[in-house]
């Protein structure tokens, strides 16, 4: 068993991993990472390392959930036997059914559903293994792997918790601070259209400290936004290189 | 089809928020009528039913003996089920619990869970072996909308009129003696759900209105104000000035509901 850490911020300060109470996790972020799949998406953050697979839009299956006016978008939120301490049963627990749905209606806002009618969007997401905060980098890695498959979008979506750890408001809460701190606040964005997508709360905060939780967990948002864009451009920018290069060759031919 | 009728009556709904107005006359920031009745089930250890306007839930409590978790050896075990019974609503079936009913489950815990209104570590009859286990069945029985508040406080209102057994320990084993003794009570988390409907937000939705409603917020108030819990739902999203005033209306509803119940 793990021992609970007397304290979770030191007299500097600084949390256990000797992060700031206003910074983030280390964040990783890459697209196009399964070949199969129609677009996907990796990311670590801290210990988290998470995959995002879509397929669609493609046939409904079962054909009786089609809707004649949208798409039908199902998610699949699950979790790795080894991805944490004590072997997880691979069957979805109830928890992974809730964050299957929170995660599913986090993204909806952000897709332009009625572009595809009679058809269904799957979005798989695999935690390998889970250090604190995973539905939050599962959305942020969903939304990537939304845009990589190129389903039109209203913006990107992104999430970020805050919560409290030894009365400090603090950013992206990592494995023992979710669970020894006393609250946790996930969040997911659409920052372009300030459209909070996903709120959930737990643990016993003020209204005073709830607001200011909320706003740091938009601030942490907006700054892994900006590596979701870089993450998307890397991608689509080594292969106009490629092309380039290509066309050189046969011009050159 | 459901989605039809819906058409029809979202633009009639949305005209009525748009102008302060409701299908049921209520002003935006109006509870239904609450109803709420105690120890219904005689054979449950605690029960109570909530009306909410139209909408009808009964929550059952039954204890039993059982072995606690492995890393919270000194606490009691609570456990929330909720069933989406098919007589309930023509849109529930029969079958294994479904997104839906789980959630609502899981909401239901958290609100109890995190504000710690039960004392779990007075549950403990031998520390890591033998503790209660607080079963906390949801049972919805009629639904017209805001099923999140209903349950909620049917479940804490079944705990507040819950009885175990009282024991000892004889020989290294636990015999039951006649009498009982009242499930350690601390807090009475109160949860209030909004809809977000055009750019204004609704409290405790109708069923109608949850069905053209854009997203959805439930927030659990404990006794002293705080904020103990947090779901949104739905397939919409809120501005965070819309989340703050949701949070605002919640400790301002729990409170005018606490003071009426006397909890």
Same mark, same amino acid.
């Given at each position: 068993?793990?021992? +609970?850490?007397?304290? /979770?911020?030191?007299k500097?300060g600084l %949390?256990?991993d000797?992060? &700031?109470?206003?910074? $983030?996790?280390p964040?990783?972020?890459?697209v196009?990472v399964?070949?199969n799949?129609d677009?996907?998406?990796y990311?670590e953050?801290? +210990?988290?390392?998470? /995959?995002a697979?879509?397929?669609?839009? %493609?046939e409904v299956?079962? &054909?009786?959930?089609a $809707?004649?006016?949208?798409t039908?978008?199902?998610?699949?939120?699950?979790?790795?036997?080894?991805?944490?301490?004590e072997r997880?049963?691979?069957?979805?627990?109830r928890?992974?059914?809730?964050?299957?749905?929170?995660?599913?209606e986090?993204?909806e806002p952000a897709?332009?559903?009625?572009y595809?009618p009679?058809?269904?969007?799957?979005?798989?997401v695999?935690?390998?293994q889970?250090?604190?905060?995973?539905?939050c980098?599962?959305?942020?890695a969903a939304?990537l792997a939304?845009a990589?498959?190129g389903?039109?979008m209203?913006?990107?979506?992104?999430?970020?918790?805050?919560?409290?750890?030894?009365d400090?408001?603090?950013?992206?809460?990592?494995d023992?601070?979710d669970k020894?701190g006393?609250?946790d606040?996930?969040v997911?964005?659409?920052?372009?259209?300030n459209?909070?997508t996903?709120?959930q709360?737990?643990?016993?905060l003020?209204?005073?400290?709830?607001?200011?939780?909320v706003n740091?967990a938009?601030?942490?948002?907006k700054?892994i936004?900006?590596?979701?864009k870089e993450?998307?451009?890397?991608?689509y920018?080594?292969?106009?290189?490629?092309n380039k290069?290509e066309?050189?060759e046969e011009?050159?031919? | 089809?459901a989605?039809?009728?819906?058409?029809?009556?979202?633009?009639?709904?949305?005209?009525?928020?748009a102008?302060?107005?409701?299908?049921d006359?209520r002003?935006l920031?109006?509870y239904?009528?609450t109803?709420?009745e105690q120890?219904?089930?005689e054979?449950?250890e605690?029960?109570?039913?909530?009306?909410l306007?139209?909408?009808e839930?009964?929550?059952?409590?039954?204890?039993?003996?059982?072995?606690?978790?492995?890393?919270?050896?000194?606490?009691?075990v609570l456990?929330?089920?909720?069933?989406?019974?098919?007589?309930?609503s023509?849109?529930?079936e029969p079958g294994p619990p479904?997104?839906n009913?789980?959630?609502l489950a899981?909401?239901?815990?958290?609100g109890?869970?995190?504000s710690?209104?039960?004392?779990?570590a007075?549950?403990?009859?031998?520390?890591g072996?033998?503790?209660?286990?607080v079963f906390?069945?949801?049972y919805?029985l009629?639904?017209?909308?805001?099923?999140?508040?209903?349950?909620a406080?049917?479940?804490?209102?079944a705990?507040?009129n819950t009885?175990?057994a009282?024991y000892e320990?004889?020989d290294?084993?636990v015999?039951i003696?006649?009498?009982y003794?009242?499930?350690?009570?601390?807090?009475h988390p109160?949860?209030v759900?909004?809809?977000?409907?055009?750019?204004?937000l609704v409290?405790?939705?109708?069923l109608e209105?949850e069905?053209?409603?854009d997203?959805?917020?439930?927030?659990?108030?404990?006794?002293d104000d705080?904020i103990c819990?947090?779901q949104k739902?739905?397939?919409?999203?809120?501005?965070?000035?819309?989340?703050?005033?949701?949070?605002?209306?919640a400790?301002?509803?729990a409170?005018?509901?606490r003071?009426?119940?006397?909890?």
């Amino acid at each position: 068993m793990n021992e +609970k850490p007397e304290k /979770l911020i030191d007299k500097k300060g600084l %949390r256990l991993d000797g992060r &700031k109470p206003d910074e $983030l996790r280390p964040v990783k972020l890459q697209v196009d990472v399964i070949t199969n799949a129609d677009g996907s998406a990796y990311i670590e953050q801290g +210990k988290n390392k998470i /995959l995002a697979g879509v397929y669609g839009p %493609r046939e409904v299956h079962p &054909k009786h959930l089609a $809707l004649q006016d949208r798409t039908v978008l199902k998610c699949r939120y699950h979790m790795a036997p080894f991805s944490v301490q004590e072997r997880k049963s691979p069957a979805p627990s109830r928890r992974e059914v809730e964050l299957s749905k929170v995660i599913r209606e986090s993204l909806e806002p952000a897709i332009f559903m009625e572009y595809y009618p009679r058809t269904m969007i799957d979005v798989y997401v695999e935690v390998l293994q889970a250090d604190g905060g995973t539905r939050c980098a599962s959305i942020t890695a969903a939304a990537l792997a939304l845009a990589d498959s190129g389903v039109p979008m209203r913006d990107l979506v992104v999430a970020c918790a805050a919560g409290k750890v030894d009365d400090t408001i603090v950013l992206d809460l990592m494995d023992t601070e979710d669970k020894v701190g006393s609250a946790d606040v996930p969040v997911a964005l659409m920052p372009n259209l300030n459209a909070v997508t996903l709120l959930q709360m737990d643990g016993i905060l003020s209204l005073e400290e709830f607001e200011s939780a909320v706003n740091l967990a938009i601030e942490g948002c907006k700054q892994i936004y900006t590596m979701q864009k870089e993450a998307l451009k890397t991608k689509y920018v080594s292969v106009k290189e490629e092309n380039k290069e290509e066309n050189k060759e046969e011009a050159e031919e | 089809m459901a989605s039809v009728m819906t058409r029809v009556k979202q633009k009639q709904i949305a005209e009525l928020v748009a102008n302060e107005k409701r299908l049921d006359n209520r002003k935006l920031s109006d509870y239904r009528e609450t109803k709420l009745e105690q120890g219904i089930i005689e054979r449950a250890e605690g029960s109570a039913r909530v009306l909410l306007g139209k909408t009808e839930v009964v929550v059952g409590i039954k204890i039993e003996m059982g072995e606690p978790f492995a890393d919270t050896p000194n606490e009691g075990v609570l456990t929330v089920n909720a069933e989406l019974v098919p007589l309930a609503s023509p849109r529930f079936e029969p079958g294994p619990p479904d997104e839906n009913s789980i959630e609502l489950a899981r909401i239901v815990d958290r609100g109890i869970r995190e504000s710690k209104a039960i004392d779990t570590a007075k549950l403990v009859i031998e520390p890591g072996k033998k503790v209660f286990v607080v079963f906390v069945d949801v049972y919805v029985l009629n639904h017209d909308g805001n099923l999140i508040d209903a349950s909620a406080l049917a479940a804490v209102a079944a705990l507040m009129n819950t009885k175990m057994a009282n024991y000892e320990i004889k020989d290294g084993e636990v015999k039951i003696k006649t009498g009982y003794q009242q499930l350690p009570i601390k807090k009475h988390p109160i949860t209030v759900t909004c809809a977000r409907i055009g750019d204004k937000l609704v409290v405790d939705p109708l069923l109608e209105e949850e069905q053209v409603m854009d997203a959805r917020i439930s927030i659990a108030i404990d006794d002293d104000d705080n904020i103990c819990a947090i779901q949104k739902g739905g397939s919409g999203y809120f501005e965070p000035k819309q989340v703050f005033e949701a949070a605002k209306i919640a400790k301002e509803k729990a409170n005018q509901i606490r003071k009426k119940l006397n909890w």
